[in-house]
T-cell receptor
C-alpha cells in the first residue's frame, strides 16, 4: 500500500446520498486514478488525473465526480446518480518512469442500502 | 477488442508445491504486461512488469514469462507458501495511453497446509 492512504476502510450509506471517498499519496506522483472492483470482474477505471486541476473520464465515469486541487489528493464522490454504487474502490498513483507503474491504496469498501 | 483473459479462475494447491497461472491478451498496440498480487480486501501489489522485449522476469519465488508473438504470459510460483493465497491479476498497458490499463479478472489461488 506504501505511500497511498484511503479512508475510510468501510463506508455505509443510504441510497440517495452522495458520499466522498478520500485518497492521499505522499509519493510525489503526478498521476492518480480511481478504479472500481466488482466480484468476477477486472478493475475498471472511473477517473484519472495526470496533473493538478485536470482530470479525464475513464470507462465508467457516469455517477461519479472527482477533483484534483492538490497533487497529493484525489477525492472521489459517488453521487446518487450512480445506479450500483456498492463496490470496492481502489485509488492508485503513478510516476512518470519508464513503466508508469501504478501503486494502489488499500481500498474502500462502500455499501449502499 | 482489447481483452485480457486468465486461467484458471481458481486453483487449490498444497503448501510447498509449484503452480503456473496463465494470461492471454489481445491488447494492441502493446506496451508492457504486469502481474499483481491482491490479498482479499486489500489493494493490488506489483510483482513484475515486462516490456515486449523481455521474455522472463523473476521476483523471489515468482517468475513471469512473456511471449509477445503468441500474446501469452505465465506466472510461475515456486515452493508455494500459505501467504501466497491471494488473487493474481494480469494487466496489460497500451502503448499509446499508459494511463489506461486492461485488467484480467484474476486467478484465485488457495494454498493449503
Amino acid at each position: 500500500d506504501g505511500g497511498i492512504t484511503q479512508s475510510p476502510k468501510y463506508l455505509f450509506r443510504k441510497e440517495g446520498q452522495n458520499v466522498t471517498l478520500s485518497c492521499e499519496q505522499n509519493l510525489n506522483h503526478d498521476a492518480m486514478y480511481w478504479y472500481r472492483q466488482d466480484p468476477g470482474q477486472g478493475l475498471r477505471l472511473i477517473y484519472y488525473s495526470q496533473i493538478v486541476n485536470d482530470f479525464q473520464k475513464g470507462d465508467i465515469a457516469e455517477g461519479y465526480s472527482v477533483s484534483r486541487e492538490k497533487k497529493e489528493s484525489f477525492p472521489l464522490t459517488v453521487t446518487s446518480a450512480q445506479k450500483n454504487p456498492t463496490a470496492f474502490y481502489l485509488c492508485a498513483s503513478s510516476g512518470r518512469g519508464i513503466y508508469y507503474e501504478q501503486y494502489f491504496g488499500p481500498g474502500t469498501r462502500l455499501t449502499v442500502t | 477488442k482489447n481483452q485480457v483473459e486468465q486461467s484458471p479462475q481458481s486453483l487449490i494447491i498444497l503448501e510447498g508445491k509449484n503452480c503456473t497461472l496463465q494470461c492471454n491478451y489481445t491488447v494492441s498496440p502493446f506496451s508492457n504486461l504486469r502481474w499483481y498480487k491482491q490479498d482479499t480486501g486489500r489493494g493490488p501489489v506489483s510483482l513484475t512488469i515486462m516490456t515486449f522485449s523481455e521474455n522472463t522476469k523473476s521476483n523471489g519465488r515468482y517468475t513471469a514469462t512473456l511471449d509477445a508473438d503468441t500474446k501469452q504470459s505465465s506466472l510461475h510460483i515456486t515452493a508455494s507458501q500459505l501467504s501466497d493465497s491471494a488473487s493474481y491479476i494480469c494487466v496489460v498497458s497500451l502503448s499509446y495511453n499508459t494511463d489506461k490499463l486492461i485488467f484480467g479478472t484474476g486467478t484465485r489461488l488457495q494454498v493449503f497446509p
